[in-house]
């Protein structure tokens, strides 16, 4: 058996000397697949992941993804797939299958399924080798509607808590390889951090474009950095990688 994603993913970053998580939101263009091939192949010493979703999902064959992933393992990158996999055990399992035949190291996973859903995600992951990433807050301003909400907590006579720690419960009791929270959430970054098994890293999107920023993001407890459009959108996509790599370099090495 392969070792774990969490491992997995962690050697990377070592080898790397980044946690930088490339967010591959490549917008529609001639020859899309090619264009993301290059990208990983100007940015890989920069980064220890690459994060593909619907952006290159859904205009991309199976084989197409599938090259992606093992040019990104020829550079020793881990690949994540961000489908947000919301279903019904069954189908969840079969959309794992086909994610991992394609070359995908983990799946971010939106753990409204319920716990026992998620638990069986996590077991069916782990049985192919893959990793799931619980999403436990999302980076944009709307996720309050969602995520925010307050629920009355099991067993505490009508106790309230708000909705993204009983997904970060679920995720935990499930051994979930880590959890997504956006960097543009710092409050429930630092609630989250005091909360959590220090096991399950943190994974934080929302950095740059959206607002969110390295060092406050490093305070706050995050473990691995995604970054897209202020890479793949920049005049010098390599430059602003290293810059944004160096950075957050520098403020983890302030979080001892």
Do not use: W
Not at 68 to 90: F, T, V
Not at 116 to 143: N, Q
Not at 229 to 241: F, G, L, Q, T, V
Request: net charge neutral; hydrophobic share 40%; aromatic share 6%.
């Amino acid at each position: 058996m392969a070792r774990a994603f969490r491992d997995r993913i962690r050697d990377s970053a070592k080898d790397k000397h980044s946690s930088l998580v490339l967010a591959l939101d490549l917008t529609p263009r001639h020859d899309i697949g090619g264009s993301a091939m290059k990208m990983i192949g100007s940015l890989q010493q920069y980064i220890c992941a690459v994060k593909i979703n619907l952006h290159l999902l859904l205009p991309l064959s199976f084989a197409e993804i599938s090259s992606i992933n093992k040019l990104a393992h020829s550079y020793g990158l881990q690949c994540i797939a961000d489908i947000k996999l919301n279903d019904i055990e069954n189908t969840n399992k079969v959309a794992l299958d086909y994610l991992t035949q394609m070359g995908f190291d983990a799946t971010i996973l939106n753990p409204f399924i319920g716990r026992d859903a998620l638990r069986k995600a996590v077991s069916d992951a782990h049985g192919i080798d893959a990793g799931i990433l619980a999403l436990v807050y999302m980076s944009h301003p709307g996720a309050k509607e969602g995520y925010g909400l307050e629920i009355i907590e099991a067993g505490s006579n009508g106790g309230r808590i708000p909705l993204y720690r009983e997904f970060l419960s679920r995720a935990s009791e499930s051994n979930a390889d880590g959890i997504i929270v956006g960097a543009t959430q710092l409050e429930i970054l630092k609630d989250v951090s005091k909360r959590k098994l220090d096991s399950m890293p943190v994974y934080s999107p929302g950095i740059g474009v959206q607002g969110g920023e390295i060092e406050q993001a490093a305070r706050s407890g995050v473990n691995y950095f995604i970054v897209g459009r202020s890479i793949i959108e920049s005049d010098k996509p390599a430059e602003a990688a290293e810059k944004i790599q160096g950075r957050i370099v520098s403020a983890s090495q302030a979080q001892g």
